[in-house]
């Protein structure tokens, strides 16, 4: 069963991964299994999600 801080994303602007900060919140979201959300322009662009947690996400026949 997912708990609420599983789903619920952390976010991140786009200027953030411009400014070399990718890595460490790519790393983050590996080690850490957590949901990013990149806004652009203060709107809603991108979700990054861990590998593993695609993984589960297409096991259960989610379609992404």
Do not use: W
């Not at 994303?9 to 890595?23: I, V, W």
């Not at 919140?25 to 695609?54: C, E, G, T």
């Amino acid at each position: 069963m997912m708990k609420n801080k599983d789903i619920i994303p952390n976010h991140h602007q786009m200027t953030e991964f411009l400014r070399g900060k990718a890595s460490k919140i790519f790393d983050d979201v590996a080690k850490n299994d957590k949901v990013v959300l990149v806004n652009k322009n203060s709107k809603p662009q991108n979700i990054i999600i861990s590998y593993d947690r695609y993984c589960r996400l297409k096991e259960k026949g989610a379609d992404i």
